[in-house]
């Protein structure tokens, strides 16, 4: 199985919204909710920001929502701040064993 | 809060094995499905592979790039989990990051430990 598709890249102002999307295929993103996004700091650990689609874990941000529809999940940040700048994962079950991650994505807060 | 403490990273020649450890505490270890994944140099990430808890079998499962060569383990009494690599091959080189699992979701990380295969 292919990794799931994001943009290389993504930018936006400080205040702004921006969404990162997050293409598989009917056999994982279109076939389960379990679509989980990660932020990585450079030289730190990834950090699980929203899991099962739409659900954020305890202390992240309500700026941070997940949405889906059909083969293709979403990443929306409102309210953009420098602390944001970041690169983010997305993260799709495929059945079975298998979990497949997309490539990446880097914000840029201008 | 949860933390996980990986070791046992290093400079290891292809073909060369090592074995990763992931120490926990402030959570019930017994009950986490745990995980290892790695990052690549300037790449993304990578699940490597899984084990249950013991009390839902306590399988393993693995990448297949991996499959074969790496095993996962846990011992329950001392909230460790592990992570044997033998034939490695240069494009194991990656930092390598112990995880909870759930529900198809990565929840708390370690810090991640290098493992650069290499001659």
């Known amino acids: 199985q292919s990794a799931l598709t994001q943009p290389a890249s993504v930018s936006g102002s400080p205040g702004q919204s921006i969404t990162i999307s997050c293409t598989g295929t009917?056999?994982?993103?279109?076939?389960?909710?379990?679509v989980s996004w990660y932020q990585q700091h450079p030289g730190k650990a990834p950090k699980l920001m929203i899991r099962e689609v739409t659900k954020r874990p305890s202390g992240v941000s309500n700026r941070f929502s997940g949405s889906k529809s059909g083969n293709m999940a979403s990443l929306t940040i409102s309210g953009l701040q420098a602390e944001d700048e970041a690169d983010y994962y997305c993260?799709?079950?495929?059945?079975?064993?298998?979990?497949?991650f997309g490539g990446g994505t880097k914000l840029t807060v201008l | 809060e949860v933390q996980l403490v990986e070791s046992g990273g290093g400079l290891v020649k292809p073909g060369g094995s090592l074995r990763l450890s992931c120490a926990s505490s402030?959570?019930?270890?017994?009950?986490?499905?745990m995980s290892w994944v790695r990052q690549a140099p300037g790449k993304g990430l990578e699940c490597v592979g899984r084990i249950q808890s013991a009390a839902d079998g306590g399988t393993p499962d693995y990448a297949v790039p991996v499959k074969g060569r790496f095993t996962i383990s846990r011992d329950d009494s001392k909230n460790t989990l592990y992570l044997q690599m033998n034939s490695l091959k240069t494009e194991d080189t990656a930092i390598y990051y112990c995880?909870?699992?759930?529900?198809?979701?990565?929840?708390?990380w370690g810090q991640g430990t290098l493992v650069t295969v290499s001659s």
């Open positions: 402030e959570f019930t270890f017994t009950n986490a499905w």
């Open positions: 009917s056999s994982d993103v279109g076939s389960y909710n379990f």
């Open positions: 995880t909870t699992y759930a529900s198809g979701y990565f929840g708390d």
């Open positions: 993260c799709s079950y495929a059945g079975g064993t298998t979990l497949l």
